[in-house]
Protein backbone atom coordinates (compact mmCIF):
# COMPACT_ATOMS: atom_id res chain seq x y z
CA UNK A 1 0.00 0.00 0.00
CA UNK A 2 1.01 3.64 -0.78
CA UNK A 3 2.38 5.40 1.81
CA UNK A 4 2.28 9.33 1.29
CA UNK A 5 4.47 10.12 4.13
CA UNK A 6 6.12 7.82 6.25
CA UNK A 7 8.62 9.03 8.99
CA UNK A 8 10.31 5.78 11.52
CA UNK A 9 12.19 6.72 14.95
CA UNK A 10 11.93 10.38 13.79
CA UNK A 11 13.82 12.34 16.15
CA UNK A 12 14.01 16.73 15.64
CA UNK A 13 17.84 17.71 15.87
CA UNK A 14 16.56 20.62 17.70
CA UNK A 15 15.84 19.55 21.45
CA UNK A 16 13.15 22.15 22.16
CA UNK A 17 11.35 20.25 18.54
CA UNK A 18 11.27 16.93 20.02
CA UNK A 19 8.87 14.87 20.44
CA UNK A 20 8.69 13.21 24.12
CA UNK A 21 9.30 9.74 22.37
CA UNK A 22 10.79 9.25 18.80
CA UNK A 23 7.98 9.46 15.84
CA UNK A 24 6.79 6.83 14.08
CA UNK A 25 3.82 7.48 11.81
CA UNK A 26 2.78 6.25 8.50
CA UNK A 27 -0.27 8.02 6.08
CA UNK A 28 -1.49 5.19 3.75
CA UNK A 29 -2.92 7.24 0.62
CA UNK A 30 -6.07 6.05 1.33
CA UNK A 31 -6.39 7.24 4.38
CA UNK A 32 -8.10 10.95 5.65
CA UNK A 33 -6.65 11.67 9.13
CA UNK A 34 -7.35 13.57 12.42
CA UNK A 35 -4.89 14.46 14.82
CA UNK A 36 -6.53 14.92 17.98
CA UNK A 37 -5.05 16.00 21.81
CA UNK A 38 -5.27 18.17 24.15
CA UNK A 39 -4.30 22.25 24.23
CA UNK A 40 -0.08 22.00 24.48
CA UNK A 41 -0.04 18.29 23.67
CA UNK A 42 1.98 18.34 20.84
CA UNK A 43 -0.16 17.94 17.77
CA UNK A 44 1.40 21.26 16.21
CA UNK A 45 5.04 19.90 16.64
CA UNK A 46 3.91 16.44 15.10
CA UNK A 47 2.71 18.36 12.04
CA UNK A 48 5.43 20.20 11.54
CA UNK A 49 7.77 17.50 11.58
CA UNK A 50 5.16 15.86 8.81
CA UNK A 51 5.65 19.04 6.78
CA UNK A 52 9.22 18.93 7.37
CA UNK A 53 9.45 22.10 9.26
CA UNK A 54 11.88 20.71 12.03
CA UNK A 55 15.03 18.37 10.54
CA UNK A 56 15.37 14.93 11.55
CA UNK A 57 18.52 12.69 12.77
CA UNK A 58 19.27 10.37 10.46
CA UNK A 59 16.63 9.52 8.29
CA UNK A 60 14.08 12.52 6.85
CA UNK A 61 10.47 11.85 6.00
CA UNK A 62 10.00 9.57 2.99
CA UNK A 63 7.32 10.85 0.87
CA UNK A 64 5.32 9.56 -2.37
CA UNK A 65 2.79 11.72 -4.01
CA UNK A 66 2.05 9.75 -6.85
CA UNK A 67 -0.36 10.17 -8.93
CA UNK A 68 1.34 13.84 -8.37
CA UNK A 69 4.05 14.96 -11.34
CA UNK A 70 5.41 17.43 -8.55
CA UNK A 71 8.62 16.47 -7.29
CA UNK A 72 8.84 18.75 -4.10
CA UNK A 73 7.10 18.07 -1.04
CA UNK A 74 6.24 22.11 -0.81
CA UNK A 75 4.33 21.82 -3.85
CA UNK A 76 2.55 18.44 -3.02
CA UNK A 77 1.94 20.06 0.71
CA UNK A 78 -0.02 22.82 1.84
CA UNK A 79 -0.71 23.48 5.55
CA UNK A 80 -2.89 25.92 7.13
CA UNK A 81 -3.03 27.23 10.16
CA UNK A 82 -5.80 29.53 11.42
CA UNK A 83 -4.19 32.65 13.32
CA UNK A 84 -6.92 35.63 12.52
CA UNK A 85 -4.24 36.54 10.04
CA UNK A 86 -4.95 39.84 7.96
CA UNK A 87 -1.42 39.75 6.23
CA UNK A 88 1.47 37.36 5.95
CA UNK A 89 2.15 34.90 9.25
CA UNK A 90 4.82 37.76 10.25
CA UNK A 91 2.49 40.88 9.36
CA UNK A 92 4.05 42.48 12.81
CA UNK A 93 2.42 45.48 11.49
CA UNK A 94 -1.50 44.53 12.62
CA UNK A 95 -2.68 46.09 15.90
CA UNK A 96 -5.68 45.40 17.91
CA UNK A 97 -7.94 48.43 16.23
CA UNK A 98 -6.69 48.12 12.35
CA UNK A 99 -9.51 46.14 11.02
CA UNK A 100 -11.82 49.28 12.25
CA UNK A 101 -9.61 52.18 10.89
CA UNK A 102 -11.07 53.65 7.45
CA UNK A 103 -7.42 55.89 7.53
CA UNK A 104 -4.95 53.02 7.60
CA UNK A 105 -7.24 52.13 4.32
CA UNK A 106 -5.57 53.17 0.88
CA UNK A 107 -4.16 52.41 -2.72
CA UNK A 108 -1.46 50.39 -1.39
CA UNK A 109 -4.03 47.60 0.95
CA UNK A 110 -4.84 44.65 -1.21
CA UNK A 111 -8.41 43.77 -1.48
CA UNK A 112 -9.53 39.85 -1.34
CA UNK A 113 -9.65 39.69 -5.48
CA UNK A 114 -6.30 40.60 -5.84
CA UNK A 115 -4.59 38.59 -3.42
CA UNK A 116 -6.91 35.63 -4.81
CA UNK A 117 -5.80 36.25 -8.04
CA UNK A 118 -1.82 36.91 -7.37
CA UNK A 119 -2.06 33.79 -5.51
CA UNK A 120 -4.06 31.88 -8.71
CA UNK A 121 -1.53 33.04 -11.49
CA UNK A 122 1.37 32.18 -9.11
CA UNK A 123 0.14 28.30 -8.76
CA UNK A 124 -0.60 27.05 -11.99
CA UNK A 125 -1.09 28.12 -15.76
CA UNK A 126 -4.05 30.46 -16.31
CA UNK A 127 -6.61 28.05 -18.27
CA UNK A 128 -10.49 27.40 -18.40
CA UNK A 129 -10.01 24.57 -15.96
CA UNK A 130 -8.31 26.26 -13.63
CA UNK A 131 -10.82 28.92 -13.84
CA UNK A 132 -14.01 27.05 -13.66
CA UNK A 133 -12.44 25.77 -10.30
CA UNK A 134 -11.61 29.07 -8.77
CA UNK A 135 -15.24 30.16 -9.75
CA UNK A 136 -16.52 26.69 -7.97
CA UNK A 137 -14.14 27.68 -4.74
CA UNK A 138 -15.98 31.62 -5.19
CA UNK A 139 -19.35 30.46 -4.98
CA UNK A 140 -19.10 27.44 -2.43
CA UNK A 141 -17.72 30.18 -0.03
CA UNK A 142 -20.05 32.46 -0.42
CA UNK A 143 -16.67 34.49 -1.49
CA UNK A 144 -17.83 36.58 -4.90
CA UNK A 145 -19.70 39.16 -2.93
CA UNK A 146 -16.52 39.79 -0.99
CA UNK A 147 -14.11 40.02 -3.84
CA UNK A 148 -13.85 43.75 -3.97
CA UNK A 149 -13.27 43.97 0.42
CA UNK A 150 -10.45 45.03 1.68
CA UNK A 151 -8.92 41.96 3.46
CA UNK A 152 -8.20 43.51 6.74
CA UNK A 153 -12.23 44.77 7.18
CA UNK A 154 -12.70 40.34 6.97
CA UNK A 155 -14.32 39.00 9.48
CA UNK A 156 -12.79 35.94 10.99
CA UNK A 157 -15.01 33.51 9.15
CA UNK A 158 -14.80 35.57 5.94
CA UNK A 159 -10.82 35.52 6.56
CA UNK A 160 -10.97 31.50 6.75
CA UNK A 161 -13.00 31.53 3.82
CA UNK A 162 -10.35 33.25 1.63
CA UNK A 163 -6.95 31.63 3.17
CA UNK A 164 -8.98 27.81 2.04
CA UNK A 165 -9.70 29.05 -0.93
CA UNK A 166 -5.80 30.69 -1.79
CA UNK A 167 -4.64 27.26 -0.44
CA UNK A 168 -6.87 25.14 -2.78
CA UNK A 169 -5.70 26.96 -6.11
CA UNK A 170 -2.51 24.76 -6.55
CA UNK A 171 -4.66 21.38 -5.80
CA UNK A 172 -2.10 19.94 -3.56
CA UNK A 173 -1.34 16.30 -3.06
CA UNK A 174 -1.79 17.11 0.90
CA UNK A 175 -4.03 19.34 2.84
CA UNK A 176 -2.82 19.74 6.40
CA UNK A 177 -5.56 21.97 7.92
CA UNK A 178 -5.15 23.04 11.77
CA UNK A 179 -8.68 23.61 13.75
CA UNK A 180 -10.24 24.71 10.13
CA UNK A 181 -14.07 24.98 11.28
CA UNK A 182 -13.70 27.49 14.09
CA UNK A 183 -14.26 30.90 13.37
CA UNK A 184 -17.17 29.31 10.74
CA UNK A 185 -20.97 29.98 11.27
CA UNK A 186 -22.66 26.55 11.14
CA UNK A 187 -23.70 26.82 7.33
CA UNK A 188 -20.28 27.56 6.02
CA UNK A 189 -19.14 24.55 8.18
CA UNK A 190 -20.96 22.31 6.37
CA UNK A 191 -20.24 23.97 3.24
CA UNK A 192 -16.46 23.55 3.83
CA UNK A 193 -16.62 19.46 5.13
CA UNK A 194 -18.95 19.09 1.62
CA UNK A 195 -16.01 20.57 -0.57
CA UNK A 196 -13.20 19.10 1.15
CA UNK A 197 -14.80 15.85 0.80
CA UNK A 198 -15.83 16.46 -2.65
CA UNK A 199 -12.38 17.64 -3.56
CA UNK A 200 -10.93 14.39 -2.02
CA UNK A 201 -12.72 12.26 -4.04
CA UNK A 202 -12.14 13.98 -7.05
CA UNK A 203 -8.78 15.30 -7.37
CA UNK A 204 -6.59 12.90 -5.12
CA UNK A 205 -6.50 15.16 -2.26
CA UNK A 206 -5.39 13.74 1.10
CA UNK A 207 -6.78 15.51 3.98
CA UNK A 208 -5.13 15.95 7.73
CA UNK A 209 -6.73 17.85 10.18
CA UNK A 210 -5.59 18.99 13.56
CA UNK A 211 -8.61 19.41 15.84
CA UNK A 212 -9.34 20.60 19.52
CA UNK A 213 -12.87 19.93 19.27
CA UNK A 214 -13.66 16.56 18.59
CA UNK A 215 -17.11 16.55 17.95
CA UNK A 216 -16.20 18.48 14.31
CA UNK A 217 -14.22 15.33 13.25
CA UNK A 218 -16.30 15.04 9.68
CA UNK A 219 -17.27 12.15 8.15
CA UNK A 220 -14.87 11.95 5.29
CA UNK A 221 -11.84 10.94 8.19
CA UNK A 222 -10.86 7.01 7.81
CA UNK A 223 -8.26 7.26 10.79
CA UNK A 224 -7.49 9.63 13.82
CA UNK A 225 -4.16 10.15 15.76
CA UNK A 226 -4.17 10.80 19.40
CA UNK A 227 -1.02 12.61 20.69
CA UNK A 228 -1.10 13.31 24.71
CA UNK A 229 2.12 14.43 26.67
CA UNK A 230 3.94 15.05 22.96
CA UNK A 231 3.88 11.80 22.03
CA UNK A 232 1.71 9.80 19.61
CA UNK A 233 -0.37 7.41 21.99
CA UNK A 234 -2.34 5.93 19.31
CA UNK A 235 -3.76 5.68 15.63
CA UNK A 236 -6.87 3.84 15.01
CA UNK A 237 -9.77 3.96 12.53
CA UNK A 238 -12.65 6.23 13.17
CA UNK A 239 -14.81 3.77 13.96
CA UNK A 240 -12.97 2.49 16.79
CA UNK A 241 -12.09 6.13 18.08
CA UNK A 242 -15.34 7.28 18.62
CA UNK A 243 -16.37 4.02 20.93
CA UNK A 244 -13.40 4.70 23.08
CA UNK A 245 -14.09 8.20 23.27
CA UNK A 246 -14.59 10.10 26.58
CA UNK A 247 -17.85 11.41 27.00
CA UNK A 248 -18.58 15.05 27.02
CA UNK A 249 -16.62 16.56 30.16
CA UNK A 250 -18.65 17.58 32.95
CA UNK A 251 -17.97 19.05 36.21
CA UNK A 252 -13.93 20.54 35.21
CA UNK A 253 -14.44 23.48 37.75
CA UNK A 254 -13.42 21.75 41.13
CA UNK A 255 -16.56 23.11 43.67
CA UNK A 256 -13.20 24.84 45.94
CA UNK A 257 -12.42 26.81 43.15
CA UNK A 258 -15.84 27.65 41.91
CA UNK A 259 -16.33 28.88 45.78
CA UNK A 260 -13.60 30.73 45.85
CA UNK A 261 -14.90 32.64 42.60
CA UNK A 262 -17.82 33.13 44.07
CA UNK A 263 -16.41 34.81 47.61
CA UNK A 264 -14.42 37.41 45.60
CA UNK A 265 -14.71 40.76 47.19
CA UNK A 266 -16.39 43.35 44.97
CA UNK A 267 -14.12 46.51 44.65
CA UNK A 268 -15.40 50.32 45.87
CA UNK A 269 -15.01 51.40 42.22
CA UNK A 270 -17.37 49.29 40.33
CA UNK A 271 -20.68 51.03 38.46
CA UNK A 272 -23.79 50.41 39.54
CA UNK A 273 -25.62 50.68 35.76
CA UNK A 274 -29.36 50.53 35.48
CA UNK A 275 -28.25 50.11 31.37
CA UNK A 276 -25.24 48.68 31.10
CA UNK A 277 -25.26 49.32 27.38
CA UNK A 278 -27.30 51.49 25.09
CA UNK A 279 -26.71 52.12 21.14
CA UNK A 280 -29.56 54.42 19.86
CA UNK A 281 -30.30 54.09 15.76
CA UNK A 282 -26.48 53.08 15.10
CA UNK A 283 -25.22 52.43 11.56
CA UNK A 284 -21.88 51.29 10.52
CA UNK A 285 -20.32 51.82 6.86
CA UNK A 286 -17.49 51.00 5.01
CA UNK A 287 -17.88 52.97 1.80
CA UNK A 288 -20.75 51.36 0.67
CA UNK A 289 -20.95 48.54 2.30
CA UNK A 290 -23.53 48.78 5.49
CA UNK A 291 -22.09 46.69 8.80
CA UNK A 292 -25.04 47.50 10.79
CA UNK A 293 -28.36 49.61 10.07
CA UNK A 294 -30.46 51.71 12.45
CA UNK A 295 -29.31 49.55 15.55
CA UNK A 296 -31.08 49.99 18.59
CA UNK A 297 -30.23 47.40 21.60
CA UNK A 298 -30.42 47.94 25.60
CA UNK A 299 -27.96 45.36 27.85
CA UNK A 300 -29.14 46.00 31.20
CA UNK A 301 -27.70 44.96 34.60
CA UNK A 302 -26.88 41.63 35.43
CA UNK A 303 -28.37 40.07 31.94
CA UNK A 304 -26.82 37.46 29.52
CA UNK A 305 -26.72 37.64 26.47
CA UNK A 306 -25.91 35.71 23.02
CA UNK A 307 -24.97 37.59 19.98
CA UNK A 308 -25.37 35.43 16.96
CA UNK A 309 -25.07 35.71 13.01
CA UNK A 310 -23.97 34.38 10.38
CA UNK A 311 -20.13 35.17 9.46
CA UNK A 312 -19.91 38.86 8.25
CA UNK A 313 -23.03 40.02 10.18
CA UNK A 314 -21.44 42.33 12.01
CA UNK A 315 -20.65 40.42 15.23
CA UNK A 316 -17.35 42.09 15.85
CA UNK A 317 -18.48 45.27 14.61
CA UNK A 318 -20.54 45.79 16.78
CA UNK A 319 -18.47 44.52 19.79
CA UNK A 320 -15.55 47.18 18.61
CA UNK A 321 -18.25 49.96 19.15
CA UNK A 322 -19.20 49.31 22.62
CA UNK A 323 -14.86 48.68 23.23
CA UNK A 324 -14.65 51.72 21.73
CA UNK A 325 -11.44 50.26 19.20
CA UNK A 326 -13.85 51.72 16.07
CA UNK A 327 -13.65 55.43 15.54
CA UNK A 328 -17.37 54.65 14.22
CA UNK A 329 -17.85 54.92 17.56
CA UNK A 330 -17.36 58.05 18.67
CA UNK A 331 -20.09 59.63 16.03
CA UNK A 332 -22.56 57.00 17.20
CA UNK A 333 -25.39 57.52 20.21
CA UNK A 334 -24.20 54.89 22.61
CA UNK A 335 -24.18 55.30 26.40
CA UNK A 336 -22.25 52.33 28.82
CA UNK A 337 -22.61 52.31 32.01
CA UNK A 338 -25.63 54.93 31.72
CA UNK A 339 -22.06 57.44 30.66
CA UNK A 340 -22.78 59.01 27.00
CA UNK A 341 -20.63 58.20 24.85
CA UNK A 342 -18.17 61.94 25.21
CA UNK A 343 -19.83 63.13 28.10
CA UNK A 344 -16.83 63.68 29.75
CA UNK A 345 -15.78 60.43 31.34
CA UNK A 346 -12.59 58.81 29.29
CA UNK A 347 -12.78 55.36 27.41
CA UNK A 348 -10.28 54.51 29.44
CA UNK A 349 -11.92 55.02 32.70
CA UNK A 350 -14.67 52.78 31.20
CA UNK A 351 -12.75 50.16 29.59
CA UNK A 352 -11.86 49.62 33.60
CA UNK A 353 -14.89 48.12 33.79
CA UNK A 354 -14.93 45.92 30.58
CA UNK A 355 -13.14 42.57 30.14
CA UNK A 356 -12.92 41.72 26.00
CA UNK A 357 -11.61 38.83 24.33
CA UNK A 358 -11.81 38.69 20.79
CA UNK A 359 -9.91 36.74 17.45
CA UNK A 360 -8.48 39.78 16.52
CA UNK A 361 -7.33 40.44 20.34
CA UNK A 362 -5.17 37.06 19.94
CA UNK A 363 -4.27 38.35 16.26
CA UNK A 364 -3.14 41.43 18.21
CA UNK A 365 -1.27 40.10 20.70
CA UNK A 366 2.40 39.19 19.34
CA UNK A 367 4.10 40.19 22.29
CA UNK A 368 6.85 37.57 23.30
CA UNK A 369 5.91 38.15 27.11
CA UNK A 370 5.92 35.83 29.97
CA UNK A 371 2.32 34.59 30.17
CA UNK A 372 1.42 35.81 34.00
CA UNK A 373 2.30 39.22 32.26
CA UNK A 374 -0.01 39.01 29.06
CA UNK A 375 -2.63 38.49 32.03
CA UNK A 376 -1.16 41.44 34.14
CA UNK A 377 -1.94 43.77 30.98
CA UNK A 378 -5.83 42.86 31.61
CA UNK A 379 -5.13 45.40 34.92
CA UNK A 380 -3.85 47.85 32.51
CA UNK A 381 -6.11 47.56 29.10
CA UNK A 382 -2.79 47.22 27.33
CA UNK A 383 -1.59 45.05 24.76
CA UNK A 384 1.80 44.51 26.18
CA UNK A 385 2.79 45.68 29.34
CA UNK A 386 4.28 49.15 29.73
CA UNK A 387 3.14 49.20 33.87
CA UNK A 388 4.92 47.36 36.63
CA UNK A 389 2.82 45.49 38.10
CA UNK A 390 2.80 45.29 42.23
CA UNK A 391 3.18 41.83 43.79
CA UNK A 392 -0.31 42.08 44.77
CA UNK A 393 -1.44 42.17 41.12
CA UNK A 394 0.57 39.41 40.23
CA UNK A 395 -1.22 37.66 43.29
CA UNK A 396 -4.59 38.22 41.81
CA UNK A 397 -2.70 37.07 38.13
CA UNK A 398 -1.36 34.19 39.09
CA UNK A 399 -4.75 33.08 41.13
CA UNK A 400 -7.09 33.86 37.87
CA UNK A 401 -4.53 31.66 36.21
CA UNK A 402 -4.82 28.51 38.33
CA UNK A 403 -8.67 28.71 38.03
CA UNK A 404 -8.02 28.18 34.34
CA UNK A 405 -5.40 25.83 34.78
CA UNK A 406 -2.72 27.24 33.33
CA UNK A 407 -1.17 28.28 36.44
CA UNK A 408 2.17 25.86 35.57
CA UNK A 409 2.72 28.06 32.77
CA UNK A 410 2.86 31.45 34.49
CA UNK A 411 6.88 31.39 32.75
CA UNK A 412 6.59 30.28 29.94
CA UNK A 413 6.84 33.09 26.80
CA UNK A 414 3.28 33.47 25.33
CA UNK A 415 4.72 32.80 21.58
CA UNK A 416 6.33 29.74 22.77
CA UNK A 417 2.52 28.55 24.00
CA UNK A 418 0.05 25.98 21.84
CA UNK A 419 -2.36 28.49 19.92
CA UNK A 420 -5.18 26.86 23.07
CA UNK A 421 -2.67 27.70 25.63
CA UNK A 422 -2.35 31.63 24.93
CA UNK A 423 -6.78 31.51 24.79
CA UNK A 424 -6.24 30.28 27.81
CA UNK A 425 -3.94 33.15 28.79
CA UNK A 426 -6.42 35.95 27.39
CA UNK A 427 -8.99 34.55 29.18
CA UNK A 428 -7.46 35.11 31.94
CA UNK A 429 -6.38 38.43 31.08
CA UNK A 430 -10.48 39.43 30.43
CA UNK A 431 -11.68 38.06 33.73
CA UNK A 432 -8.42 39.23 35.85
CA UNK A 433 -10.18 42.37 36.82
CA UNK A 434 -13.05 40.71 37.85
CA UNK A 435 -15.32 43.14 35.15
CA UNK A 436 -18.57 44.51 35.67
CA UNK A 437 -19.08 43.85 31.63
CA UNK A 438 -17.72 40.65 30.28
CA UNK A 439 -17.53 40.85 26.07
CA UNK A 440 -16.52 37.20 25.07
CA UNK A 441 -16.00 37.17 21.23
CA UNK A 442 -15.67 33.56 20.15
CA UNK A 443 -13.81 32.52 23.71
CA UNK A 444 -13.85 28.44 22.90
CA UNK A 445 -11.46 29.18 19.89
CA UNK A 446 -8.96 26.46 19.98
CA UNK A 447 -9.67 24.52 23.22
CA UNK A 448 -9.59 21.18 23.47
CA UNK A 449 -13.05 19.57 24.68
CA UNK A 450 -12.32 19.72 28.75
CA UNK A 451 -11.19 22.99 28.28
CA UNK A 452 -14.06 24.43 26.57
CA UNK A 453 -16.26 23.01 29.21
CA UNK A 454 -13.96 24.16 31.92
CA UNK A 455 -14.39 27.74 30.38
CA UNK A 456 -18.12 27.47 29.94
CA UNK A 457 -18.29 26.86 33.77
CA UNK A 458 -16.00 29.30 34.73
CA UNK A 459 -18.59 31.90 32.95
CA UNK A 460 -22.20 30.02 34.27
CA UNK A 461 -19.96 30.71 38.32
CA UNK A 462 -18.86 34.41 37.38
CA UNK A 463 -22.13 35.58 36.22
CA UNK A 464 -24.14 33.70 39.38
CA UNK A 465 -22.31 36.71 41.31
CA UNK A 466 -24.45 40.48 41.64
CA UNK A 467 -23.16 43.33 38.97
CA UNK A 468 -21.68 41.21 36.44
CA UNK A 469 -23.33 41.45 32.57
CA UNK A 470 -22.12 38.91 29.63
CA UNK A 471 -22.37 39.22 26.13
CA UNK A 472 -20.91 36.29 24.21
CA UNK A 473 -20.36 35.48 20.62
CA UNK A 474 -20.26 31.71 19.43
CA UNK A 475 -21.16 29.62 16.24
CA UNK A 476 -22.04 26.49 18.36
CA UNK A 477 -25.36 27.03 20.28
CA UNK A 478 -23.56 24.16 22.39
CA UNK A 479 -21.06 26.64 23.85
CA UNK A 480 -23.21 28.74 25.22
CA UNK A 481 -23.27 28.90 28.78
CA UNK A 482 -26.74 27.52 30.94
CA UNK A 483 -26.56 31.38 31.89
CA UNK A 484 -27.51 32.78 28.88
CA UNK A 485 -31.34 33.99 29.12
CA UNK A 486 -31.15 36.70 26.29
CA UNK A 487 -30.15 37.01 22.23
CA UNK A 488 -29.36 39.13 19.70
CA UNK A 489 -29.42 37.92 16.31
CA UNK A 490 -27.87 40.06 13.15
CA UNK A 491 -28.35 40.08 9.78
CA UNK A 492 -26.17 40.40 6.91
CA UNK A 493 -27.36 43.54 5.20
CA UNK A 494 -27.63 44.11 1.43
Known amino acids: MQATIKIENGIARMPQWRMAKPVDFTALADEHIAIVGRNGSGKTMLVDILVGRHPLLGTEPAYDFSPSEKPLAADNIKYITFRDCYGGDNDSTYYLQQRWNQH ?45 KYIILLSSGELRKFQLAKALFS ?38 LVLAKTDDIPDFITHVVVVDNREIVAKMPIRKFLEVR ?55 NG ?19 ICADNPQGYASD ?71 GIGHLHTRSFLSLSS ?22 EPLHG ?32 ELPPCIDKQLKLKIEN
Open 303 to 321: ERWALSGNNGSGKSTLLSL
Open 334 to 404: ITLFDIPRGSGETIWDIKRHIGYVSPEMHRAYRKDLPAIQVVASGLKDSVGLYARPTEEEYETCRWWMELF
Open 447 to 478: LDDSNRQLVKEIIEVFCKRRNKTLIMVTHYQE
Open 104 to 148: DIDEQTPTVSSLLEQEFLLTGPDTPERRAFQEHLYQLFGLTPLLD
Open 171 to 208: RPRVLLMDNPFIGLDSMARQQLKDLLTDLSREYALQLI
Open 246 to 300: KQRAVGMLPKQKADGLLRLPYKESEYHAEEVVRLRNVSIRYGTRTILRNLDWVVR
Open 420 to 441: GEQRLVLLARAFVKDPELLILD
